[in-house]
């Protein structure tokens, strides 16, 4: 239910998802959504090599394996390994990470985040979401049970 909140959240904001990171990623939900909702490409960090395989035959499965890459590194080395600018960030780090919003942070400030790029930061519901994230800034949050997602967009520019 909450990734179905969340899409039709960045549908509202006018999100670009041409080129997403799935950072954190997981089996590859978000990155997956992202390209089954006409994503152009997609970038999954996952450190876990096992769970990095997952993320391969999901996009086997899928048939979106052309239009990814799948990186088994930890999320903060991916901003030496990483060239592109994004248009979405979607970030679902475990609850108990607390270098989460560093990172985060980190990216944002980075070449990889431009001027119309949005940063979702999925996080558990008890955690109270920063009003900025570096130059983003906090522009919906949603909460479903346990978990919520923030969604900040960057500070004067579009969409948002």
């Known amino acids: 239910m909450m990734r179905g909140a969340l899409f039709s959240a960045l549908d509202s904001l006018g999100a670009d998802f041409s080129r997403v990171l799935d950072l954190y990623?997981?089996?590859g939900a978000l990155g997956i959504e992202a390209?089954?909702?006409g994503a152009?490409?997609?970038d999954f960090v996952e450190r876990d090599r096992a769970m990095a395989e997952v993320i391969r035959?999901?996009?086997r499965l899928t048939g979106f394996e052309a239009n990814a890459k799948v990186y088994p590194i930890a999320a903060g080395r991916a901003l030496n390994r990483l060239s592109e600018p994004y248009t979405l960030v979607l970030a679902d780090p475990p609850y108990d990470d607390e270098d989460a919003v560093m990172v985060l942070a980190q990216f944002a400030e980075s070449p990889l985040v431009g001027d119309d790029t949005i940063?979702?930061?999925?996080?558990?519901?008890?955690?109270?979401?920063a009003a900025e994230l570096a130059s983003l800034y906090l522009a919906k949050s949603l909460r479903h049970g346990d978990s919520a997602a923030s969604i900040y967009c960057?500070?004067?520019g579009e969409p948002c």
Do not use: I, K, Q
């Open 57 to 59: 035959e999901n996009l």
């Open 119 to 129: 940063v979702v930061l999925e996080h558990s519901a008890r955690d109270e979401p």
């Open 35 to 37: 390209l089954s909702r």
């Open 154 to 156: 960057p500070m004067g």
């Open 25 to 27: 990623a997981g089996t």
């Open 40 to 42: 152009g490409w997609a």
